[in-house]
């Protein structure tokens, strides 16, 4: 995986850019295997696999988000996605004020079910694991960038020094990416649908 960090802008602007190569599954020519549609749940047969929690309680905001010093945007490439290509997002400070987070690694990929939303990732160490969370700042006029490939190696190596795993595969369907890294404000999130 490539993980690097660049300045996006000038003035010391902050872009994060994940990709990852050797995705075996989109490779060897398959597509989604997972459930179709809006599944009752996500459900995995390796019992040592542990979901990730969701580490927010408020509602995603999607688009932008006002806090009390600043306005954050979260951009995406489209709202419809194919299975083995690279989902590309933008979170900007587009307000008069810097804006503290949690990082990078702040956020979820989940799925829509029936119970709500899920992440489709989790440990398979039959523990649970944490992202990494550091104290940052997200200047005016700079951004963290993603570039995640829609796999499931691309999604579960995207987060470095983490141990992570997507189950079940990844289905045709509604899935949302979610920054929840901003300080004393609500989630932010970007749907879209993920395509064969």
């Known amino acids: 995986m490539d993980h690097t960090r660049r300045d996006a802008l000038a003035g010391g602007a902050l872009a994060l850019?994940?990709?990852?190569?050797?995705c075996l599954d989109f490779a060897a020519g398959d597509g989604p295997q997972g459930p179709e549609g809006t599944p009752a749940t996500l459900t995995c047969d390796d019992d040592g696999f542990v979901r990730l929690?969701?580490?927010?309680?408020?509602p995603?905001?999607?688009?932008?988000?006002e806090t009390g010093e600043t306005t954050v945007e979260l951009s995406s490439e489209g709202t419809a996605e194919t299975y083995g290509q690279s989902f590309r997002l933008v979170l900007r400070n587009t307000g008069d004020a810097p804006t503290p987070t949690r990082g990078e690694a702040a956020y979820s990929i989940q799925r829509e079910t029936g119970e709500g939303w899920l992440d489709v990732r989790g440990s398979t160490t039959g523990?649970?694991?944490e992202l990494p969370r550091s104290e940052s700042t997200l200047d005016t006029s700079s951004a963290y960038a993603w570039d995640?490939?829609?796999t499931?190696?691309?999604i579960a190596e995207a987060v470095d020094g983490v141990d992570?795993?997507?189950c079940p595969p990844l289905g045709p369907g509604s899935y949302r990416f979610v920054y929840w890294g901003l300080v004393d404000a609500p989630p932010i999130g970007a749907a879209f649908e993920l395509v064969g």
């Open 152 to 154: 499931e190696s691309g």
């Open 164 to 166: 992570l795993a997507v």
């Open 148 to 150: 995640v490939t829609l």
């Open 127 to 129: 523990r649970a694991a």
């Open 17 to 22: 850019s994940l990709a990852t190569a050797g």
């Open 53 to 58: 929690d969701r580490p927010f309680e408020a």
């Open 60 to 65: 995603v905001t999607e688009t932008l988000v």
